[in-house]
């Protein structure tokens, strides 16, 4: 039970990673609260659903033509909705709180109650380390997960955009004083933010079936791991994830199954307490 | 020439006016609440078609009181402080005489509360929680499962039939997950059956850790009582990790094994699954089962799956029925009218208990069955007497 509940926490560790690197994104450069983040996240496994299972095209170019979709769709929400609430962040939480909920009931509309699964990427289980079964699309989306956020560290890192990303975070007047066009960044990084949970979106959804109600789950643990690592941090985000997914597991498995989200909120309550920045709590990305 | 102007409008104002109290007039109003979105939206969704049905059906035969039924539906998305308020709205705002339905034994236990205040009758369609109809409210009945009916008419006899020898029960944490595991528990204990309980989270997406301790138990058939989405996320995952098909998986609520979906959900580990259901078409008790089924293809173009469709389906006609004897709407006469209700409808003869002090009280059981999936066939199992095939296992 032990070596499972390690495996399973590190695995749903990434992928919590993975959907909270979008909200961290969006907080750090344009100091927004995106509660529409997780129907970003279902509209990816929608339209990864649709191509793959509907239209037949290939599992792999339906992600990425889903992920541009989403990217796009988001720098739209950008210029028509949250550009003209800068400066005001209660207006923002507002608008994008109504935006979730119209989200969902348009998905509700059009796709329908019942859960879309996109086709697994492989199937069956491997025998970890002689002791357990884990299902091979879990490990495979791991790696996947692991994949886009090393995409990320790098782009933020090595990449001249990273560096303009990194610059507006720290001090967005002195950044537009160097010359960085910060409209046009907040663009790009609703969008980015939006495409990430798309990422998440897909690589999640053949193995939890999307739903339009789905995405509340996933923005409320993406904001749980945000506020435990730090706002606009991305090691805040990995460590974060991390810690939530081990929390939660070895919770579930030696105290109660039944309270399996409850470990990660306490844990969250504990770390505000001695950390109320949370554990890398700072502005910068 | 004004002045006639006015008049002549005004005039016409009050035809319009009157003609549209008129109007109103020949419709008589009766609510139902349920999910229409949430976890559980597939259900609304069956509600709507059970509900069209119904009214058709109720309409073509002279409608109630000698006016057309009007059906208004409230979404309470499952949350207990929406039904609450939803069940409200339908009696102050919709003037309904009558509210029936939800699916949810948390919305469910709160609308009864409502009921009771407001003197309305309400008859629930598909919540199952024991406490809807023990606290004996004079304004409550239940026309469908209750988890002490399922639990001891029909699981516990089947595990039972099938010589099964250890059980694991998985409950969701909601008044229906954790009342039915622990009649489940209750039942099994005294039939000298072997079995553990595991409680899950109802918004849960992964089971891994629960399955796990599953798995270590060894048993030969698992009683899960998880709704919706996470029912498919089970069975799926049950596979993966290989606790299936050695060991079977009772779907203990049923119409999530019966979603469009769910065998592109949970691919090839949905075979040899078994579920609880009240519908099969090879099991139909009466005239008015095969009429639904017919109506509901012409009207929908596929055959009925879920079967809480036919489920609302038979409330409503239960409550036109009360209506049209009681000659009148008012809410005592509608009660007294209900409690002497003898109805053949889709599941069989509708009588309510009337003997106060139990769950029993202004419930009427309807007989279940259970079904297993072989190669995306369904095949009753149990009761014997309606069975079409045995269980298969490996």
């Not at chain 2, 949905?270 to 078409?281: F, I, W």
Request: charged content about 15%; overall charge neutral.
């Amino acid at each position: 039970m032990f070596l499972l509940a390690l495996t399973n926490g590190l695995v749903i560790g990434i992928i919590y990673a993975l959907a909270a690197l979008g909200v961290s994104l969006v907080v750090g450069i344009m100091n927004v609260v995106n509660f529409a983040h997780g129907e970003f996240y279902i509209l990816a496994g929608y339209f990864s659903y649709h191509f793959a299972n509907t239209l037949g095209m290939n599992y792999l170019a339906a992600m990425m033509l889903s992920v541009g979709l989403v990217l796009i769709f988001g720098m739209i929400i950008e210029v028509l909705l949250i550009r003209k609430t800068y400066g005001d962040d209660l207006y923002s939480l507002i608008l994008t709180f109504i935006l979730s909920i119209v989200l969902q009931n348009t998905y509700l509309l059009v796709f329908g109650p019942y859960p879309n699964k996109p086709p697994n990427w492989v199937k069956g289980a491997t025998n970890v380390f002689g002791q357990f079964y884990y299902g091979n699309q879990r490990l495979a989306a791991c790696g996947a997960g692991l994949v886009v956020i090393a995409i990320v560290y790098l782009m933020l890192k090595k990449t001249w955009f990273g560096r303009m990303l990194r610059a507006t975070s720290q001090d967005r007047e002195v950044a537009e004083l160097n010359g960085v066009n910060t409209t046009a960044l907040n663009m790009l990084s609703f969008g980015l933010g939006c495409a990430l949970a798309a990422a998440a979106g897909v690589i999640l959804s053949p193995i939890f079936p999307v739903t339009p109600t789905g995405g509340m789950a996933v923005a409320l643990t993406a904001f749980v791991v945000v506020v435990l690592g730090g706002m606009g941090s991305f090691w805040g985000c990995v460590v974060g994830g991390l810690i939530i997914g081990l929390v939660e597991n070895f919770g579930a498995a030696f105290i109660s199954s039944g309270y399996r989200h409850v470990f990660g909120f306490i844990i969250l309550i504990f770390v505000l307490l001695v950390r109320p920045a949370g554990l890398f709590g700072n502005r910068e990305i | 020439m004004k002045k006639s102007m006015v008049c002549m409008v005004f005039v016409v104002l009050l035809i319009f006016i009157g003609s549209a109290g008129f109007v109103a007039a020949e419709t008589l109003k009766i609510g139902v609440v349920g999910p229409r979105t949430g976890t559980a939206a597939a259900t609304g969704k069956s509600f709507t078609e059970g509900i069209k049905l119904a009214t058709d059906y109720v309409n073509a035969h002279g409608g109630v009181l000698g006016k057309k039924m009007e059906v208004v539906f409230e979404d309470t998305a499952g949350s207990p402080d929406k039904a609450a308020s939803g069940f409200e709205r339908l009696v102050t705002r919709d003037n309904v005489v009558m509210v029936l339905g939800e699916s949810h034994s948390s919305a469910a236990l709160a609308e009864i509360e409502v009921a009771n205040r407001l003197k309305i009758p309400f008859i629930v369609a598909e919540a199952w929680a024991d406490p809807i109809t023990a606290k004996n409210y004079k304004f409550v009945f239940r026309a469908g499962p209750s988890n002490s009916g399922v639990v001891n008419e029909t699981i516990a006899k089947w595990v039972i039939h099938e010589g099964f020898k250890k059980a694991y029960i998985v409950a969701e944490n909601t008044d229906w997950g954790l009342g039915i595991g622990k009649l489940c528990e209750k039942a099994l204990n005294a039939a000298g059956i072997a079995n553990k309980t595991v409680v899950t989270e109802r918004k849960g997406q992964d089971h891994y850790t629960e399955l796990a301790k599953i798995k270590a138990f060894n048993p030969d058939v698992i009683l899960a009582f998880v709704y919706g989405t996470g029912l498919h996320y089970f069975v799926a995952q049950a596979g993966e990790v290989h606790l299936t098909p050695k060991a079977i998986i009772l779907d203990g609520a049923g119409p999530p094994s019966l979603w469009p979906d769910f065998w592109n959900n949970v691919g090839d580990y949905g075979n040899l699954e078994c579920l609880v259901s009240s519908m099969h078409k090879d099991v139909e008790l009466t005239k008015l089962a095969t009429l639904f089924r017919k109506n509901y293809e012409k009207e929908f173009g596929k055959a009925p799956t879920d079967y809480k469709s036919r489920s609302i389906f038979d409330v409503v006609l239960i409550a036109a029925d009360a209506i049209n004897r009681a000659g009148t709407t008012d809410a005592n006469a509608l009660v007294d009218a209900l409690e002497k209700t003898s109805l053949t409808v889709t599941r069989g003869q509708v009588a309510f208990g009337t003997t106060k002090g139990g769950p029993e009280y202004h419930q009427w059981m309807p007989p279940m069955l259970v079904i297993q999936w072989q190669d995306k066939n369904q095949i009753v199992l149990y009761p014997p007497a309606g069975a079409t095939g045995s269980l298969k296992h490996k």
